[in-house]
């Protein structure tokens, strides 16, 4: 059994964290992960205090054991949902896109652990210093909005700058993946693209198909000309917008409004031809529909038989 730093702070069997994922990681999904021994996080997106609400008390129908939600800062109710966190406080909770400061201090009172997720040595300093419990450090191969560092190189560097436990996210999909996060100084992880496809996973079949069918190469990243990176799979949406991104005489204001939207249209309706499909570079690596419990269970199956092998191996030589 791995034990870490992380598996003490919260008190959970698996210091792993299920992936924040607008319109894809709701209250079930979140339960079940939870149950399964790691912590099921519910994705807030842009959606409003009454329906994550609605998740959390869905959430604690299915499980008593510890979850979180995450707030992207930069949604337009997230003044009202740091609100509803301080009056129904939950576990967890993780943050992106902004500085969660002037919320922590709120958060740690009624008991709840923050944890943003970083790109960088600099915010995860920045993190620690506010008060945050831990970090993400969150590296390119990610699916959804991402920074410039992979995680190869950007756990390590985190690991090195901060005393808080570090999460590696990015680029994790299987044992193997756990086990490099661990040997790069991570206390956990974070995976989001493989819960996709949990049974427990509400998200349209089309979905999880888009990813049971994916290749090595099959993700794209746009949005860097807008400053905001994201990787999702390929498809007729994702092709046409890299190629007008690429096209000086399409402004930007054309850009911003290509994308609204389309996040939901995949998840939510399945739209082959017009939803972006977000998803990290282990897509190829997910071959099948799994529960919540076999996923987790055989991630760190996997990681400890690794980690205890190539240690004899290492003695050996």
Request: charged share 20%; proline share 4%.
């Amino acid at each position: 059994m791995i034990k870490t730093k992380l598996t003490d702070l919260l008190g959970i069997e698996y210091p792993l964290f299920q992936g924040a994922m607008a319109w894809i990681s709701d209250g079930e999904l979140a339960a079940a992960v939870s149950n399964a021994g790691g912590i099921g996080i519910i994705g807030g997106g842009s959606a409003p205090a009454s329906w994550i609400a609605d998740q959390i008390r869905r959430a604690r129908e299915l499980t008593d054991k510890p979850f979180g939600v995450n707030i992207p800062l930069i949604s337009p109710y997230v003044d009202e949902v740091a609100d509803l966190l301080v009056a129904d406080p939950v576990a967890v909770i993780t943050t992106g896109a902004g500085n969660a400061g002037k919320y922590i201090a709120r958060w740690d009172a009624v008991g709840t652990k923050v944890i943003p997720v970083i790109p960088s040595v600099a915010l995860a300093r920045r993190a620690e210093k506010e008060g945050a419990a831990a970090v993400i450090a969150e590296g390119g191969e990610s699916g959804g909005h991402i920074g410039e560092l992979n995680t190869m190189a950007l756990v390590p560097q985190v690991v090195d700058a901060v005393s808080i436990p570090v999460l590696a996210a990015g680029g994790i999909g299987d044992g193997r993946g756990v086990a490099a996060a661990f040997m790069l100084g991570a206390e956990g992880v974070q995976m989001g693209t493989r819960f996709v496809v949990a049974t427990e996973c509400n998200v349209h079949p089309n979905y999880k198909r888009k990813i049971l069918e994916a290749k090595d190469r099959e993700t794209i990243t746009t949005g860097k000309r807008l400053g905001h990176p994201v990787r999702c799979l390929k498809n007729p949406f994702s092709r046409s917008l890299a190629a007008k991104e690429a096209d000086e005489n399409v402004s930007l204001e054309e850009l911003e409004g290509i994308g609204v939207g389309a996040l939901r249209l995949a998840a939510v309706e399945g739209d082959l031809e017009n939803g972006c499909f977000m998803s990290g570079e282990i897509a190829g690596l997910v071959t099948r529909e799994q529960s919540a419990v076999e996923i987790v269970t055989e991630l760190f199956t996997e990681a400890e038989a690794l980690l205890t092998g190539r240690a004899q191996e290492l003695v050996c030589l």
